[in-house]
């Protein structure tokens, strides 16, 4: 069974470029959430999707959006970028709403 | 709010020695879960256990063990007997009512060989 498949896993973008970032679930999987890791702030919550639908949404900035395709896989979107939004951003997948997340590698975005 | 604290910032331990790792939480709602997961040099945040607040049974895996304690709000974690491949940031988290998941800064973990 394939686990959640992030896509790129590495990513260098200059400041003020936008960029997409991608999240493919495990199969059946219909909830996806994601994550950014900074050394500084930790894990901090960014969106929760389910069947399409935004669930929860962490406190940033509206440069950071997303979105859930019928197909269960999610794109996140950050326009504008800042340094300060170099990270490792991770996805989760889970198979009900708020069921256990099974994490994907991340992908690493670094902004110069 | 949801708030999870590991105080632990870095442990470093010789192998074969146990080693726990301490997670407190802070929480209104009666029923919530809490979550161990394990960081990798890879990234990817590798899922060790949950447990609801109804169950305060301790958990045993092979050489790791849960002690849940909700009269302390704490769901410690430890490993016994510790490898150099334990060596990883561990994450505590706490999801509770329609609230994500909320993690704690993490403990970073070195066994040394």
């Known amino acids: 069974k394939a686990g959640v498949t992030q896509t790129p896993r590495y990513l260098i973008k200059t400041r003020g470029q936008q960029v997409t970032l991608s999240c493919s679930p495990i199969?059946?999987?219909?909830?996806v959430s994601w994550y950014q890791q900074t050394p500084g702030q930790g894990l901090q919550f960014l969106f929760e999707y389910f069947s399409e639908t935004q669930r929860n949404k962490g406190n940033f900035p509206g440069r950071f959006s997303g979105r859930q395709f019928s197909n269960s896989r999610s794109e996140m979107n950050v326009s504008t970028l800042e340094l300060g939004d170099s990270a490792l951003y991770l996805c989760?997948?889970?198979?009900?709403?708020?069921?256990?997340?099974?994490f994907g590698s991340g992908t690493r975005l670094t902004v110069v | 709010a949801q708030k999870v604290t590991q105080a632990q910032t870095e442990i470093s331990v010789v192998e074969k020695e146990d080693v726990t790792l301490d997670c407190v939480y802070e929480t209104r709602d009666t029923t919530y879960y809490l979550f161990w997961y394990k960081q990798p040099p890879s990234g990817e945040l590798v899922f060790l256990i949950r447990r609801n607040s109804f169950d305060e049974q301790n958990e045993i895996s092979g050489r790791y063990s849960w002690n849940f304690q909700k009269s302390t709000s704490s769901f410690n974690f430890t490993i016994t007997a510790s490898q150099v491949v334990d060596s990883a940031v561990y994450f505590c988290?706490?999801?509770?009512?329609?609230?994500?998941?909320?993690f704690g800064k993490g403990t970073r973990l070195s066994v040394i060989a």
């Open positions: 988290a706490l999801r509770a009512g329609n609230t994500p998941l909320v």
């Open positions: 199969s059946g999987h219909r909830s």
């Open positions: 989760a997948s889970s198979l009900e709403d708020r069921g256990n997340p099974t």
